[in-house]
């Protein structure tokens, strides 16, 4: 009887953790939506930091139906569809594009105001934009 109380608590944790990480990763989907303005590159094979202003205009717009779109003064430099997930190795929420061959993003960090993506590798970039819709 004693194993079976047992059991019967660890499934209920189980279903606990499954749905708490169902409820931030939708009101991450949420904050993620909208037009950003690409501020700061870091990283690569150097460190190198790179600063931007506003011309050439560097933008990000990322719909709430997933569509990915990178614009330089209002000329598309790429665009997908994406999906997000959160992967257990970074315990971030990830961006995997669907159609290209291009690296996922991980989200490091989301706010109303700014939002930082991280390539996800070792000599890889990380890039700093602020919201301006």
Request: glycine fraction near 6%.
């Amino acid at each position: 009887m004693r194993g079976i109380i047992c059991s019967f608590i660890f499934i209920l944790s189980l279903f606990y953790f499954a749905c708490k990480d169902n409820i931030s990763n939708t009101s991450n989907e949420n904050v993620l939506g909208g037009i950003w303005q690409l501020k700061q590159q870091s990283g690569g094979f150097i460190g190198q930091t790179i600063y931007f202003s506003d011309t050439p205009k560097y933008l990000l717009q990322i719909s709430i139906d997933n569509k990915y779109i990178e614009t330089r003064n209002d000329t598309i430099t790429f665009s997908d569809s994406f999906t997000t997930y959160n992967d257990s190795t970074y315990k971030k929420q990830v961006i995997d594009f669907v159609n290209s061959k291009r690296f996922r993003m991980i989200v490091e960090q989301v706010t109303p105001d700014s939002l930082i993506l991280w390539d996800g590798l070792m000599d890889g970039y990380t890039s700093f934009y602020i919201r301006i819709k």
